[in-house]
């Protein structure tokens, strides 16, 4: 089969002012010195300009935050918006203490915002559909990124960047939201990346739920999907992750690379939707 047609972007026409501010009392950067030593000094790894727009470091491995190594160097340009709750050390993060209440507060957070969303949505959704969404959400902030949007070293903070991104702008933070469309090469919602939205945990998650809302909209519509919510949630993770179809079945049978990656990004889905994998996660970060 081909692909369907694309659900409307609506996400790009509202302004990110619109979900800022979601975490208002959060304690933020604004008390951190920014490091006056240059950073190369630091030999944390390979530095790469991407653009004239921002620094991508590949850390060496030594330094890596769990699965991860391509962050975007945010300490400048993010001031004052990082999120200090969810932007440990790797010290910290070695303190089981602290990961306990990392993974604690991440999945408040995540409920939080998906709330705030569908609210705003006036999502109409049962009981029963609205917690198989908000379950969906915490599944596809999983197996994008580990629920992981920060790597800190000393008062350096950067973004967590896609490993192997369609996009050669690379995918940014916890939902792995794009920064530029790898088909046209434009630039994707001038006013989530120029008002830095970015730069905060709780906008990315509110920007990345509310592209997946999108999907998930459109897939519930097609009749492909039937009356069935997990396969709506299917297709709507078909086309989040692929921007190829809405319908859980719909799989390229014309590019291989496009096939494989459609096959092993649904099928790490369901399992971590069905397994409910942050909440079996295993010490230090393994991921089987």
């Not at 330094?63 to 991860?68: E, I, M, P, S, V």
Request: aromatic residues 16%; positive net charge; glycine residues 4%.
């Amino acid at each position: 089969m081909g692909p369907s047609t694309a659900a409307p972007e609506t996400w790009l026409n509202i302004s990110a002012n619109h979900w800022k501010n979601l975490l208002p009392k959060a304690k933020t950067d604004n008390r951190i010195p920014i490091p006056q030593n240059s950073l190369s000094e630091e030999k944390i790894g390979q530095k790469k300009r991407i653009k004239n727009t921002f620094d991508r470091w590949t850390l060496r491995k030594e330094l890596r935050d769990r699965t991860f190594f391509n962050y975007a160097d945010v300490t400048e340009e993010c001031k004052g918006e990082i999120e200090l709750e969810f932007a440990f050390t790797k010290k910290e993060w070695a303190k089981t203490e602290v990961q306990n209440r990392y993974y604690a507060s991440i999945e408040s957070l995540i409920e939080k915002i998906a709330n705030q969303l569908l609210e705003d949505q006036q999502a109409p959704f049962g009981k029963e559909e609205r917690e198989l969404f908000v379950r969906a959400l915490k599944a596809v902030t999983w197996n994008e990124s580990l629920w992981q949007h920060y790597y800190r070293h000393k008062d350096w903070f950067f973004v967590l960047l896609s490993d192997a991104p369609f996009n050669h702008m690379s995918n940014w933070g916890i939902s792995q939201i794009a920064r530029s469309d790898y088909l046209t090469g434009k630039r994707l919602n001038q006013n989530f990346f120029e008002s830095k939205a970015y730069c905060k945990i709780s906008s990315t998650l509110y920007y990345g739920f509310l592209i997946f809302y999108t999907y998930y909209m459109d897939a519930r519509s097609r009749e492909c999907n039937g009356v069935s919510t997990i396969n709506r949630l299917m297709g709507a993770y078909n086309s989040y992750c692929s921007g190829y179809a809405a319908c859980f079945f719909d799989i390229s049978n014309v590019n291989p690379d496009l096939r494989k990656f459609q096959i092993r990004a649904l099928g790490g889905f369901m399992e971590s939707f069905v397994n409910r994998r942050w909440k079996v996660r295993k010490e230090p970060y393994e991921t089987d």
